[in-house]
T-cell receptor, first 112, second 115 residues
Framework: QQPVQSPQAVILREGEDAVINCSSSKALYSVHWYRQKHGEAPVFLMILLKGGEQKGHDKISASFNEKKQQSSLYLTASQLSYSGTYFCGTEILLQGAQKLVFGQGTRLTINP | DTGVSQDPRHKITKRGQNVTFRCDPISEHNRLYWYRQTLGQGPEFLTYFQNEAQLEKSRLLSDRFSAERPKGSFSTLEIQRTEQGDSAMYLC?????????????FGSGTRLTVV
């Protein structure tokens, strides 16, 4: 029931765009996105509560396709500070709502 | 509020010893979670409390693991008879209801090394 993230790793130059995908085999209540820098705890980025919902702040946005049980995180005009590992966390319908099952992570490296 | 606090930050123990970790959540959050994370992996769910009630415990968790949250405030996670496979980062998180639009706030974690 662990969601699958793709790609596993991305290397970009500063200013380039990236898309990280998260796919679940189970129906979902919500999808969360977190960023974790090396040696630190994961930090909450955003939550998507409804199918078709899109959110964003600064140059980071996300969408949630409830029918396909998929979410995507979009990073545009990437900055050096965006480097880290991104995790999606899925709240699975009918299997213990209010708790998250995390993907394996996508490591994003931004080079100057 | 200073966020979620975990203590200790690092713990080295010999195989077979018992260890206990503490987590102090954000005071307004009534939900508290324990996760385990190994290198290169996402956090793995261990257990979850709403106030003082333990609502769910991972089936992957052996009987050597126990958690408490007396009075719905801080929580402790105890591992008895530690094994080398228990070496990991143990993360605590707290939250309000997800429908408020907020997710987890994680603590800095306790890194356990079993030698």
């Amino acid at each position: 029931q662990q969601p699958v993230q793709s790609p596993q790793a991305v290397i970009l130059r500063e200013g380039e765009d990236a898309v990280i995908n998260c796919s679940s085999s189970k129906a979902l209540y919500s999808v969360h996105w977190y960023r974790q820098k090396h040696g630190e705890a994961p930090v909450f980025l955003m939550i998507l509560l409804k199918g078709g919902e899109q959110k964003g702040h600064d140059k980071i946005s996300a969408s949630f396709n409830e029918k396909k049980q998929q979410s995507s995180l979009y990073l545009t005009a990437s900055q050096l500070s965006y480097s880290g590992t991104y995790f999606c966390g899925t709240e699975i319908l009918l299997q213990g709502a209010q708790k998250l099952v995390f993907g394996q992570g996508t490591r994003l490296t931004i080079n100057p | 509020d200073t966020g979620v606090s975990q203590d200790p930050r690092h713990k080295i123990t010999k195989r077979g010893q018992n260890v206990t970790f503490r987590c102090d959540p954000i005071s307004e959050h009534n939900r508290l979670y324990w996760y385990r994370q190994t290198l290169g992996q996402g956090p793995e769910f261990l257990t979850y409390f709403q106030n003082e009630a333990q609502l769910e415990k991972s089936r992957l968790l052996s009987d050597r693991f126990s958690a408490e949250r007396p009075k719905g405030s801080f929580s402790t996670l105890e591992i008895q008879r530690t094994e080398q496979g228990d070496s990991a980062m143990y993360l605590c998180a707290s939250s309000q209801r997800f429908r408020t639009g907020d997710g987890y706030t994680f603590g800095s974690g306790t890194r356990l090394t079993v030698v």
